[in-house]
């Protein structure tokens, strides 16, 4: 039986109810509260609140996301904790107009298509059995089918103004629950898929009308992806000329090129493309990592906005370039991949502020 809480999130003073073996994020995004967010299992801190009154259980909060003597001053991660009691928690909520909330859904979906598009990575259609409203760049968590609880989150590479047939790019982690034990070995077309969300503040920035750098590694392109054809193909007025850097170590681990060829073609004075191979010469690559490409590219990226998701190391070294280029944080927007080994680790990247 489960037991249902009252509680107030400050400074908003709004009241939502949460059951006992609920998280207070997902009740908050049930409820259409927004509350700062970004990866939903306790790894990133972006959620990180205190606890004015009651109590809550910190559930698996990462020890280096939500440090001992954090917990002791009363700090918790909202995604993860559960309350224990009626609890005042006060949030750290800059407003941020900008963002359209969706509050948080359910969803059945079936899986009508699955390819191989590169190396260990795998482009998956699924159908909703009803509309999904997001923004360009959010994510939905998947449900891991026989773990009960289990869930694996996937940025949506489609577009809002296909709110049925959502598509995922998902990449092979060896020895991965989700992906080496469900998607890469026994998910076949036709199968459900249950899904929730949307989630996440990684979002196409509407209010920003500067010209932007959008750097992708690996599967950090789905969001970027998102983003770029919501703007190009439903003609979104006001955003600023868009340059992709896309990362893969060789040909057969890079894909899309040419979507983002044919998406260039027709609009050079809105978007342009270079994909980048760090580990093979092929004519039409660029040679290096995204950031020494964009380092050759570009004197100085003052006046520019940055977007940059994939696995932690690219983000964190994508960070240091940007910020040489004369960019500041507040004019950087981040997806890291974090997966259950960064939970597991103490390390985490000064530049990587929450
Ligand atoms: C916001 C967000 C969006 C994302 N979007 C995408 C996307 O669009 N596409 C995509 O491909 N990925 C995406 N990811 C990553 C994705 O959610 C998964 O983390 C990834 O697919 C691995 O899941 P898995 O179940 O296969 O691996 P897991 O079972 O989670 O394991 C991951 C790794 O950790 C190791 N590990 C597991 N437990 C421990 C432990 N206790 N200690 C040390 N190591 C451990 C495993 O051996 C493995 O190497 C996203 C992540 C975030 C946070
Ligand atoms: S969103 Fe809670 S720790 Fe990342």
Request: aromatic share 6%.
């Amino acid at each position: 039986m489960t037991t249902e809480y009252r509680v107030t999130i400050e400074p908003l003073g709004r009241e939502i109810t949460c059951r006992d073996d609920q998280t207070i994020l997902d009740a908050c995004l049930r409820a259409g509260v927004w509350v700062p967010h970004s990866c939903t299992h306790g790894t990133c801190a972006t959620c990180k609140a205190e606890v004015l009154e009651g109590e809550v259980s910190h559930g698996e909060a990462s020890s280096f996301a939500l440090m001992d003597f954090e917990r002791e001053e009363g700090k918790t991660l909202l995604c993860v904790c559960k309350p224990m009691s009626d609890v005042i928690i006060e949030a750290d909520i800059e407003a941020d107009d900008a963002i359209e909330v969706h509050p948080v859904r359910d969803f059945h979906g079936t899986l009508v298509s699955m390819e191989d598009v590169a190396l260990d990575t795998r482009r998956l259609i699924v159908e909703l059995d009803r509309d999904l409203v997001f923004n360009a760049g959010q994510y939905m968590s998947l449900v891991v089918p026989g773990q009960p609880g289990v869930t694996r989150t996937y940025s949506m590479a489609s577009i809002p103004t296909e709110p049925r047939r959502l598509e995922f790019q998902i990449r092979r982690t060896p020895g991965g629950l989700a992906t080496d034990g469900w998607v890469f070995t026994t998910l076949a077309v036709g199968d459900p898929i249950d899904l929730i969300g949307p989630y996440g503040r990684f979002v196409l920035r509407t209010d920003r009308t500067e010209p932007s750098v959008l750097i992708a590694g690996g599967t950090g392109l789905a969001p970027i992806a998102s983003m770029i054809r919501h703007t190009l193909e439903n003609d979104l007025d006001g955003i600023g000329h868009m340059t992709l850097y896309q990362g893969a170590r060789t040909r057969e681990g890079i894909y899309d090129v040419e979507l983002f060829r044919a998406l260039e073609a027709p609009h050079p004075d809105r978007f342009t493309y270079r994909p980048c191979l760090s580990e093979e010469e092929a004519e039409g690559f660029a040679s290096g990592m995204v950031t020494d490409v964009l380092n050759a590219n570009h004197e100085t990226l003052k006046g520019h906005i940055g977007y940059v998701c994939g696995p932690p190391a690219m983000v964190e070294a994508a960070l240091k370039t940007l910020m040489l280029k004369r960019l500041f944080p507040r004019d950087i927007y981040k997806e890291e991949f974090l997966d259950a080994s960064a939970a597991a680790s103490q390390v985490r990247s000064p530049l990587i502020k929450r």
